[in-house]
């Protein structure tokens, strides 16, 4: 059928027209099916919805991106027609059955859902029946490849090609800005893609973005780490297994995180990126992704074998997960942080003996090294890991003279202290996360939570347990609420909470 | 955040609103989460999709009919707030597990399913989690009860209410058209509220609409029962089990028929219409929902059980449902051959006894008659079940005089022969549904399918087997394409397929 179009000024995730009723009962769709539209001799596929009191018959919304990528404009005629569902979606009732899928199958559902040829229905069909029903090592596998096979890649000619990731759920773990210098300036190769932040209070993205430009290309990654030897860029500028982000929008708003997935969605970045060594950073304890180290041998077993059949050379490092690795949660603080202990040449130990750890481990594995950590250490005390970072900085456009000190916190504060004597019991993860998201992190790069006293820390009354930071008066007073009602650090003899919470303001 | 509103001219099926990115993230909200709009002293949830170029950070879009719900114009200034995933959520994510649910967490579920509360993912995550993991038979109960009482009800001070219901799966079933007028010249009560097609060729209501208006309020299904014993209305248009509508919206795409919601839905429709003595026609037969007999009656079973938690007295009858009922398929064509059928007294046999089979069932429940199929009879043959039917038309607005010959049928026809002498050994319910909806049914009222030899027919080389009836040429001749493609009746000796198919046009 034949329509008249009328650009509707809206770039949806999902490419959308919109029509009436009639036209829709006249083609034979309903609102979420998928049709095909013609102009010229190009074409692309959209979502149905359905408008009343809008359009007229044989009027099209067509929304921005969608008319963009074909080259409408309003008033111009187009075709339209009905989609029948891809092959995929077979397979997509199959797994939904049960069943194991094939190589192909598998392959096809992964195209799809990057090309956007699935609804959102039939996106969530798959992803809740592959939490449901798991994957098998083989589904996995044949996943991961298809995540790497459906995006961009890279690959090195030369060199030694290493990479590091951590399957997240610490806060604070801001050890990439150490350990990427470090393997950079022994000569290997690093060209580190991280996240961005979506429940946490920094991605390692976020991180660096304060220091220098993460949206970088898959060219510039490659060009920049066969340059400095490293870099650190948002994965999500480039088209690397970009499956991910797409299963991801289903996965975060059902809080669930199913293990295939997990191990599919680390190991094809890390594919991708031609990485022949990698560290898998695995924290273990309560209040993070595992909680206790049976289940973290079981993950870290998993990522081993599913390296094994990518032939990535893979070696998980379980690290301790209970409360935050080294003092600053939230970007510019723990881009202050890293920055402080490369000038200083000593920081935090849990944030310093966690990176040269890390980097010890990669440096055994390539045989650089037969006490890696000693390697690592001795690189980091040298200055040579500060004097790189400043190379990548630079490489990624940020300035490499600049100082923790210039680091922009944010300077509305709050110390929270404690209220007697006594040691820290338990820092909880959740709520550091909570109070530095209240105060504005990760959106604010200034906000966020600095800790003061960590558990086992002997605290006198009034003593500083931490400092909130923020941008803005009104957060800092949203997190201080929050933080005074669920306290994120406890000092064993507190009262671990008042329920209900009342206070005089 | 306070937003300046600007109308967006789109009613979408989910409240939305849309935002820039940056004001997204000030909030802390996700494409997909939920937001609370406050104008006054009204407020409402809506869905938030993410612009880009398009508003001006702090100007929001607003669908229409969101801003009608508050009373909201242009310009104004409106309070957005996140909104916490409801509790329903959690008991969505206890099912995920695989858990069973309580009374209350299903209850909050459906009330939630009701008020659009979830969102597309969270609500298919129910749908699909229900459908992998099944629900017992306290879940089902449950479950039917809350569709019941999240919505309107009915109740008759006096009189016996009765009712049938089909769960379909076979065309041409239009036997609704003789029972309520048999059901209700014998003087019991039958508010039958029935269905329009998704995918099948006609649904009753479709088929009722021909005839007269079936776009009743719950108040008028009510007082047009009380008054003339029985009504044929679309469910759709009453508030009567409302969930129902929005978890099929997502079954269907999935082509998911999860047998909970089989039986919630069919009952909670039952229940809610206050109807004591209950059929259900359980087709059984290759092509249709049942494939033999054992199932229907596992099904069956479930039925009768699930009446007896909810105090209803359920039948089934488990019907044969491999070929079409009678000879019609589509709206005009069913409605003709039943206002025929009533006229003349007679009609094709599978249309007939099936139709006063079902009637006498419910005779025999309430105890009119120790032969009910013999009492149903007397009162068709006699006339009265017409004379009782066009007063149900006249009191749905119809013509009461209208005779069958005047039904509209559409006037672009082509009849598929016989190619050979032998016996009709199939008749394909999907082919023959496939046919008639390319020949435009349900939309096209005209549209359709007349079968001429149905199973174990003898035939000759040139006989009739089917007549397809259209409104539109070119609808015609896609009709036509499919059914020589897939023969929907196939006379034993021929070749039953061919495949590629090829056509000289």
Redesign the interface.
């Known amino acids: 059928m034949k329509f008249k179009v009328k650009i509707?000024?809206?770039?949806?995730?999902r490419p959308t027209v919109?029509m009436t009723k009639s036209d829709a009962?006249?083609i034979?769709v309903?609102?979420?099916?998928r049709v095909r539209i013609l102009f010229g001799r190009k074409s692309s596929t959209a979502t149905v919805?359905?408008?009343?009191?809008?359009l007229e018959r044989g009027v099209i919304?067509v929304c921005?991106n969608c008319a963009e990528n074909l080259g409408i404009e309003d008033g111009e005629e187009i075709e339209v027609l009905p989609v029948p569902k891809p092959a995929s979606f077979e397979y997509i009732?199959k797994k939904?059955e049960?069943k194991k899928l094939t190589r192909e199958e598998i392959y096809e559902i992964v195209k799809d859902i990057v090309n956007d040829a699935l609804?959102?229905?039939?996106l969530?069909?798959f992803v809740?029946?592959s939490?449901?029903?798991g994957m098998d090592m083989d589904e996995i596998e044949w996943m991961t490849k298809a995540m790497i096979e459906t995006g961009e890649t890279i690959e090195f000619e030369e060199g030694i090609v290493v990479d590091k990731h951590s399957i997240g759920g610490v806060p604070g773990n801001k050890i990439s800005l150490i350990v990427v210098p470090t393997i950079a300036s022994a000569g290997l190769l690093i060209p580190k893609t991280a996240s961005r932040a979506i429940t946490s209070a920094s991605g390692t993205a976020d991180t660096m973005e304060v220091l220098a430009n993460v949206n970088l290309s898959v060219e510039e990654i490659k060009e920049i780490t066969l340059r400095v030897g490293g870099v650190i860029a948002w994965g999500g500028a480039t088209n690397i297994a970009p499956a991910d982000d797409k299963i991801i929008?289903?996965e975060?708003?059902?809080?669930?995180d199913p293990r295939s997935q997990l191990l599919a969605s680390v190991m094809a970045k890390k594919g991708a990126v031609g990485a022949e060594y990698v560290v898998i950073d695995v924290p273990v304890g309560e209040g993070s992704k595992v909680p206790n180290v049976e289940d973290g041998k079981k993950l870290a077993n998993d990522f081993v074998e599913l390296g094994r059949r990518l032939g990535l050379n893979v070696t998980c490092a379980l690290t301790y997960g209970g409360q935050p690795v080294g003092r600053a949660v939230g970007p510019a603080l723990e881009a202050w942080e890293a920055l402080k202990a490369m000038e200083e040449r000593k920081g935090a130990k849990s944030f310093i003996e966690k990176s040269l750890g890390i980097s010890g481990i990669l440096f055994e594995m390539v045989g650089k090294a037969l006490n890696g950590y000693e390697y690592a250490k001795q690189i980091f005390e040298s200055g040579k890991t500060l004097e790189k970072f400043k190379e990548i900085v630079e490489a990624q456009g940020g300035n490499p003279n600049v100082k923790s000190d210039e680091v922009p916190i944010g300077d509305k504060t709050y110390d929270v202290l404690s209220p007697i004597d006594g040691a820290v019991s338990r820092v909880y993860n959740d709520r550091v996360v909570r109070v530095a998201?209240a105060a504005g992190a990760p959106?604010d790069k200034g906000a966020g939570v600095l800790l003061f006293k960590k558990s086992g820390f002997h605290v006198k009354k009034g003593d500083i347990l931490f400092r909130i930071y923020a941008e803005k008066e009104w957060k800092l007073d949203k997190a201080v609420e929050i933080a005074l009602k669920e306290p994120p650090v406890i000092v064993s003899g507190m009262i671990l909470e008042r329920y209900p919470y009342h206070r005089v303001m």
Chains 1, 2 share one sequence.
Do not use: C, M, N
Request: proline share 4%; glycine share 12%.
């Open positions: 509707i000024p809206i770039r949806s995730v919109i009962d006249e034979g309903f609102e979420g099916d919805q359905i408008a009343l009191g809008f919304g921005l009732r939904l049960g609804t959102e229905v039939e969530t069909a809740i029946s939490y449901v029903y929008r289903v975060y708003p059902l809080a669930i998201r959106k």
